[in-house]
């Protein structure tokens, strides 16, 4: 088949969506497909710009390409997922979060505007017309599944993917301190983590890989540090390879995730594919789906006092940590997660 993976793109911005993509193409062209990416550039601000990009979608004509018959097209981001075709399939990412559940959160921006209300019900118009003319439906997770029901009344079938390289993962000696490998943007939480240090009972530190988003935002980060007196217990490590991101994983004593409300989350399932226990919060969405409470890592309230206790405890029971990593990776194998299994779907 000739398939169109049809997705957005901020410019200067690569993260787990881009990833995505990318792997799905890769899986599809291994499967014998020609599979390619269209990459819709994408601007929220100021927010009129999101009903012009929505319009930029409707007018893209995606049947064929030099004369040639395009067989299938597979929406993964809003507004891409709006671009009509015959046949077209949907594996959403996540929608656009401004207008659902980050609506009334402090991280989300959309409220904040005079035009807010107006361009959120445009984007849900939207989402409920043009979603429904897909032929299937799938979801990144069954997070992404549950807001798509929740507020959209739109079902879907959750369909979970393999990280990047999943079979370079390993597992090694746990001698680095806890590893927060992520994009350093406020819905992570990097935040959450720092106020936690300070809250304690044992020296532990932590390692925060990934670049930032907003420059801001990190300014904070280093400052807040500074000033609860833990500046000392944290390395900042930027943007790392991907070779030395595996054998942070593999050294680490444990993996820090506690994102808000997250669509899927790599870091989860990387954790567990090195066999490292993962902490994170009740309310961080995807990696509750993988995550189970004292058995493959800690399920922490979203307060400093309390990841602060999980951290501790890894940081105390070294033995503790290393028997939660195991289980992670058996619980990884038995869910026999693969890129087969999502191209035979994607294309049946």
Known sequence: MRILIATTQVPFVRGGAE?????????????????????????????????EHILACRLLDLSESCGMRVDRVIGLRFPAYCIPHPNKLLWI??????????????????????NGQQIREVIHHADRRYIAEAQAIYANSGNVSQRLKHYCGIDSTPLYHPPQHAECFYSGEAH?????????????????????????????????AGMADDAGYERELRETARRLGVGERIEWLGEISEEEK??????????????????????????????????????????????????????????????????????????????WGEAGREDYAARRISWQTVVSTLTQ
């Open 19 to 51: 990833i995505h993509a990318e792997g799905l193409r890769n899986a599809l062209c291994q499967a014998g497909h020609a599979a390619e990416i269209v990459a819709i550039p994408f601007k929220w601000y100021p927010p009129e710009r999101i009903p």
């Open 93 to 114: 990412l996540h929608q656009y979060r401004a207008a659902y559940d980050l609506w009334d959160s402090p991280l989300g921006d959309l409220i904040h505007f005079p």
């Open 176 to 208: 680095n301190p806890l590893f927060f490998p992520s994009r350093i943007n406020r819905t992570k939480r990097q935040d959450l983590v720092i106020e936690a240090l300070a809250h304690t009972q044992e020296a532990v530190r932590v390692q925060f």
């Open 246 to 323: 595996r054998d942070r994983y593999a050294h680490a004593l444990g993996v820090l995730y506690p994102p808000l409300d997250e669509d899927y989350g790599y870091v989860t399932l990387e954790a567990m594919l090195s066999a490292r226990p993962v902490i994170t919060c009740t309310d961080s969405g995807g990696p509750l789906e993988f995550i189970r409470d004292g058995e493959n890592g800690r399920v922490a309230a979203p307060t400093p006092q309390a990841l602060a206790q999980a951290m501790d405890e890894l940081w105390q029971d070294r033995a503790l940590a290393w028997r």
